[in-house]
Antibody, heavy 116, light 111 residues
Framework: EVQLVESGGGLVKPGGSLRLSCAAS????????MSWVRQAPGKGLEWVGR??????????DFAVPVKGRFTISRDDSKDTLYLQMNSLKTEDTAVYYC???????WGQGTLVTVSS | DIVMTQTPLSSPVTLGQPASISCRSS???????????LNWLQQRPGQPPRLLIY???KRFSGVPDRFSGSGAGTDFTLKISRVEPEDVGVYYC????????FGQGTKVEIK
């Protein structure tokens, strides 16, 4: 059974940084392309970014609102995906979901609140 | 960016009756490999989204056959043949041809 478990959310001040983690199991993580999607409170879904598998180059792509501020990385030895968020803004407040890429499995999400 | 537009945004339905949601994309979702990557997601209250339908009409594992998807090119439809209480929630179309973009969501509630 595919499982994705996000962690690392919390309250951070504007301009601050936070790193989210996503622990994966139930599939061969090293072969998988992975993604982050967010959902602001009471709002719809917004794609954040993607990372390819290392065998496919390991490159990343990001949505315009987060480009240059967020990075995605992976540790295939730990079956873990990361989202490093820098220069956070109040509009980054959302539940952040980790998903597989292709047939999209979703984690439960972790809440990030950016507020002074 | 591909823009996804859903209608209606709210759909009050009677239990046991059908429901239908439309989704239109701003450009064709046919990929260079010939496949059309249009998915439907369900988000029940307080839950994360889950995949219902992928590539227009393929039901994901465990999805009841009362859910069906159809369409082509830029116009797509999700149908629920007979709405049950556990179908209450928000439904999103999502294009997966060019990264990911989502429709605004359609809230399905019981009359």
């Amino acid at each position: 059974e595919v499982q994705l478990v996000e962690s690392g959310g919390g309250l951070v001040k504007p301009g601050g940084s936070l790193r989210l983690s996503c622990a994966a199991s139930g599939f061969t993580f090293s072969n998988a392309w992975m993604s982050w999607v967010r959902q602001a409170p009471g709002k719809g879904l917004e794609w954040v970014g993607r990372i390819k598998s290392k065998t496919d180059g390991g490159t990343t792509d990001f949505a315009v609102p987060v480009k240059g501020r967020f990075t995605i990385s992976r540790d295939d030895s730990k079956d873990t995906l990361y989202l490093q968020m820098n220069s956070l803004k109040t509009e980054d407040t959302a539940v952040y979901y980790c998903t597989t890429w292709g047939v999209d499995y979703w984690g439960q999400g972790t809440l990030v609140t950016v507020s002074s | 960016d591909i823009v996804m537009t859903q209608t209606p945004l709210s759909s009050p339905v009677t239990l046991g009756q059908p429901a239908s949601i439309s989704c239109r994309s701003s450009q064709s979702l046919v990929d260079s490999d010939g496949n059309t990557y249009l998915n439907w997601l369900q988000q029940r209250p307080g839950q994360p989204p889950r995949l219902l339908i992928y590539e227009i009409s393929k039901r994901f594992s465990g999805v009841p056959d009362r859910f069906s998807g159809s369409g082509a090119g830029t116009d797509f439809t999700l149908k629920i043949s007979r709405v049950e209480p556990e179908d209450v929630g928000v439904y999103y179309c999502m294009q997966a041809t060019q990264f990911r973009t989502f429709g605004q969501g359609t809230k399905v509630e019981i009359k």
